[in-house]
């Protein structure tokens, strides 16, 4: 089994590059922003909870997400590997998801960090909210919050999985097929 964590802020080109990934190395791609997009749509409860959060670009509380992370990945345990895409996104959901995946007995292998500087990101991100209607997306000061949000949460990541000699960090800027090539350089 091969897992792999991808992170980076939003925009970095996470989702492309996972949907690349999970065909090339046929793992399960789990995205938590995707699943709680879904939840949101369907009106369930945990879309109802998750609502206020997500329209202000702040994190989700982490004991919902990781309860539905974990619900998924208990689901699929015969698959080949699974490509984390989104999560974790704090300290907190990295510990659980290490306890998860070592009582399975599979460990993360890689964490693969896509970095891109801010003025790119703000680009891509209004250029992605044209096309997608993603509320999160159009709003200037959302996309601000989110930004804001990966650096205090979710870069600490990078020294969290750099102590675990598993991180890898990547210049998230240049053609797509270049950064594919250069993500699967280190996983194979
Ligand atoms: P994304 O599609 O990954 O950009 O996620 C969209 C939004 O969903 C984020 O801005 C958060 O509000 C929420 N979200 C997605 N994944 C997580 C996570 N792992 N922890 C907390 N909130 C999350």
Not at 133 to 147: F, I, M, N, Q, Y
Not at 162 to 177: E, M, P, R, S
Request: contains cysteine; charged residues 25%.
């Amino acid at each position: 089994m091969k897992n792999i964590v991808l992170f980076g802020p939003p925009g970095c080109g996470k989702g492309t590059q996972s949907n690349l990934l999970v065909q090339k190395f046929l793992l399960k791609h789990i995205a938590t922003g995707d699943m709680l997009r879904v939840h949101l749509n369907k009106e369930t409860s945990l879309g109802m909870e998750a609502k206020s959060y997500i329209k202000q670009g702040a994190l989700v509380p982490d004991k919902l997400v990781i309860t539905m992370l974990e619900n998924e990945v208990k689901q699929n345990l015969g698959v080949a590997g699974f490509l984390f895409d989104g999560f974790p996104r704090t300290i907190a959901q990295a510990v659980s998801l290490d306890a998860l995946l070592d009582n399975i007995g599979f460990p993360i292998n890689f964490a693969i960090l896509l970095e891109v500087d801010h003025n790119e990101l703000i680009k891509r991100i209004v250029q992605r909210g044209k096309g997608s209607g993603r509320a999160d997306d159009t709003d200037p000061e959302v996309v601000k919050s989110r930004l804001i949000t990966y650096e205090e949460n979710t870069l600490p990541l990078k020294e969290y999985y750099t102590k675990q000699n598993k991180c890898f960090v990547l210049n998230g800027i240049g053609a797509i097929d270049e950064i594919f090539g250069k993500i699967c350089k280190i996983i194979t």
